[in-house]
């Protein structure tokens, strides 16, 4: 038994004869499927403003939800209390909401064990010491402070997380994970002749405190924020019109993971709401364009051994040189769109039905050097860093803010520029 079922089955005092009793209660009004989702997380957040911690902040949430599907019909409700006549009383509740006329009964339960581990942190984040947390958040401050005397503000955000989930379905699984997470993000404002400027930059993942060490270091953090800012304190309005764009690696992967990444979660899809619903197999990108979402991606923040389905996540194929190959499903929208099941149901929280959501998406490297790239454009921009943003998913528009971008001349990388919204 791993040590997330023993988390569970030892301080809940659950057992398979009680997940099956729950799961019979959600059946009881009818339905074809359900499952139980047990939830314990535990978080903390710190905050350094002015170089004072601001707020330091922990908590623990804990909780089940239920759910049944009967068709196209879904039942869901949640508590906080792990007794087990308030259990039964919200199975008995999401049955009526789904109440349909299939009826299956529940089989015998199985534990399964994750055929791999994405996160093999030896030491949590939780279990740490606080003093060890505040270290990095002050490491980031102290660093961000230095770099310029023109830096004049700096706000570090320290968050970790570990969540540990039990699912229990009337398929007759039980599927059991444990989920760490871990990110620091540091924001900080220069400030020269009553020009302020700003910039922003984080990273973590599923990962321990050893993440932030050698290059990934709070000063690593600090630092980065800081050069952001002050070099947009040089920089000139970007010039109006339509020019070519060139994106960067890294964060300008969030235009993707919006403008097309959102547009390809099945239930979009199947609402006939989203610009690539009924495209399966046409050209929507050129053929340069191939787009994965791979929840496999050890120790990345979108990853998951897991997802909260009790499916085991895997590397899946939307985008494949330009022609749409498929969506990212759910169990619901996977069995009304007859397709299969790709990993990615995803909850808040126990308090929340799954959804089908990305992992980590992004798009493969083309045959081109990257520098050959800029040299081919004579006037554009390059953009390294994005900020807010909005996109409608029925037509794919977007409108983004880049934080940090530069002027490309005859295939040179000049001055910087603001006011960007490609």
Known sequence: MSHVDRFFFDRYGLTEAELERYLGAALSEGGDYADLYFEHSTTTSL????????????????????????????????????????????????????????????????????????????????????????????????????????????????????????????????????????????????????????????????????????????????????????????????????????????????????????????????????????????RVASELCTVVDDGTLPGRRGSLNVDDEGEATQLNVLIKKGVLCGYLQDRLSSDVMRAARTGNGRRESYEHIPMPRMTNTYMLPGPDDPEEIIRSVRRGLYAVNFAGGQVDITNGKFVFSASEAYLIEDGKMTAPVKGVLP
């Open 47 to 282: 905050l350094a403003d002015e170089s004072l911690i601001k707020s330091a902040t922990e908590g623990i949430s804990m909780g089940c939800g239920v759910r049944v599907l009967a068709g196209e019909q879904t039942g869901y409700a949640y508590t906080h209390d792990l007794a087990p006549e308030k259990i039964l009383k919200i199975a008995r509740v999401a049955a009526r909401i789904a109440s349909g006329p299939a009826r299956v009964s529940t089989v015998g339960l199985s534990t399964l064990e994750p055929t791999h581990n994405f996160y093999p942190v030896v030491s949590p984040p939780t279990d740490r010491e606080l003093g060890e947390r505040l270290g990095i958040v002050i490491r980031a401050d102290r660093a961000a402070r230095a770099y310029d005397p023109r830096i004049k503000q700096v706000r570090v955000n320290y968050g970790d997380q570990i969540r540990h989930v039990l699912i229990a379905s009337s398929d007759g699984r039980v599927v059991t994970d444990f989920q760490p997470l871990v990110r620091v993000s540091v924001f900080a404002i220069a400030q020269q002749d009553g020009n302020v400027q700003s910039g922003t930059t984080g990273g973590g993942g599923r990962v321990g405190l050893e993440f932030f060490q050698g290059e990934n270091g709070p000063e690593h953090f600090g630092r980065e924020a800081a050069r952001q800012a002050i070099v947009q304190l040089d920089a000139r309005e970007a010039p109006a019109g339509e020019m070519e764009v060139v994106l960067g690696p890294g964060w300008p992967g969030i235009l993707l993971h919006e403008a097309v990444g959102h547009g390809l979660e099945a239930d979009f899809n199947r609402k006939g709401i989203s610009a690539f619903s009924g495209r399966l197999g046409q």
